[in-house]
Structures are given as structure tokens and as C-alpha cells.
């Protein structure tokens, strides 16, 4: 992905996870806006978006953090939400045995103590591999990945949902359904 690619999927992910008031935008409750409202609006806060750069973020980033509605009208970010507007409605998925969790080895103490916690997002963001939990992990420095037991937790009342991304999404992992290696 090119630097102007990285450039507008960063400015992406904080209007449409964030703050879309930053720039006078409204998300529906599904995190959806009107793609050419964002670009509107991003252009009168100095940001010069159009379609089709927009398209080529959705298209080639690998984290797939974006979807386009079914009629192309539409963006939403996929997951990672922390504004309080938006409250997408995931379905509600069987989880595989086991998912993984990637962070940096500063935060296990912390984690030790009261689990994952979705912190100031409405989830806790969770992998189906180890790789893709490892390349989350060292985005916040030294990484570890944490097994959680996910079969079991869902067994025992645990919600879990998939995101358009590929990224499972739970409330909360209480410490016994951590595994530390």
C-alpha cells in the first residue's frame, strides 16, 4: 500500500471508528455514512478524499478494516469501533475451539489481573490463527499471543461475533479462559 493509501486508511479508521464528529459526520447505528457525504465532509476539514481513492483503500488493505454496502453508497469500518453511536449488529457466530489474542508482553500484568477487556471499543478483538494474532501483537511492541479457550466460553453463555474482516469480537475474556504459555 502506497504512503497516500496509508495516509487515507489511517484518517478512515479515525473518522469511522473514532471521531466522525471531527469532521461533522453522523454514523446510522450500523456505522454506516454516505461515501459521497464523507468525502464532502473530509474535503471541507481539508482532506481531499474521492471514491475511488476510497475504493483502492477498501480494495488492497490487507487488514480489511473497511466495507462497502452492498449498493456502493456506504462505508462503514468493519470493527474497532469506540464511538458510542454506533452499535453494529453482529451475528452471532460459533467460535472454533480455540482464538488468539495478540499484545504486547508490557500489558500481561494488567491482563493477568482482569482479563481482556474491550477498553474504550465495544469489543475485544480476537484472531482465528496465531500469525495474524502475532502481527497484531507487534504493533504494540514486543508481542505474545494469548490462547483463549473460545469453545468453552461460548459454551458457558459467552457471545461471540465475526466481523466483516475475519476478526472475532467478544465482550470480555475472563482470566480462566486465558491460556499462558
Do not use: C
Request: aromatic share 10%; charged share 25%; glycine share 6%.
Amino acid at each position: 500500500m502506497s504512503i497516500e493509501l496509508v495516509k487515507v486508511s489511517k484518517f478512515l479508521s479515525y473518522i469511522l471508528r473514532h471521531k466522525p464528529e471531527a469532521i461533522g459526520i453522523t454514523l446510522d447505528a450500523d456505522g454506516w455514512v454516505n461515501i459521497d457525504f464523507l468525502i464532502q465532509q473530509a474535503y471541507q476539514h481539508g482532506e481531499d478524499l474521492t471514491k475511488e481513492l476510497i475504493l483502492e483503500v477498501v480494495k488492497t488493505s490487507d487488514k480489511k478494516r473497511f466495507t462497502i454496502s452492498d449498493d456502493g453508497l456506504k462505508i462503514r469500518a468493519a470493527q474497532g469501533h469506540s464511538t458510542e453511536q454506533v452499535d453494529i449488529n453482529y451475528i452471532e457466530q460459533t467460535p472454533p475451539e480455540f482464538l488468539y489474542h495478540g499484545t504486547a508482553t508490557r500489558f500481561i500484568e494488567s491482563i493477568k489481573q482482569q482479563g481482556l477487556i474491550a477498553g474504550n471499543r465495544h469489543y475485544v478483538h480476537l484472531s482465528a490463527d496465531e500469525q495474524t494474532a502475532n502481527a497484531v501483537g507487534k504493533r504494540h511492541g514486543k508481542p505474545i499471543v494469548l490462547k483463549v479457550r473460545s469453545s468453552i466460553m461460548y459454551q458457558q453463555g459467552f457471545k461471540f461475533y465475526l466481523a466483516d474482516n475475519g476478526v472475532w469480537l467478544t465482550k470480555t475474556v475472563p482470566i480462566n479462559f486465558l491460556v499462558f504459555d
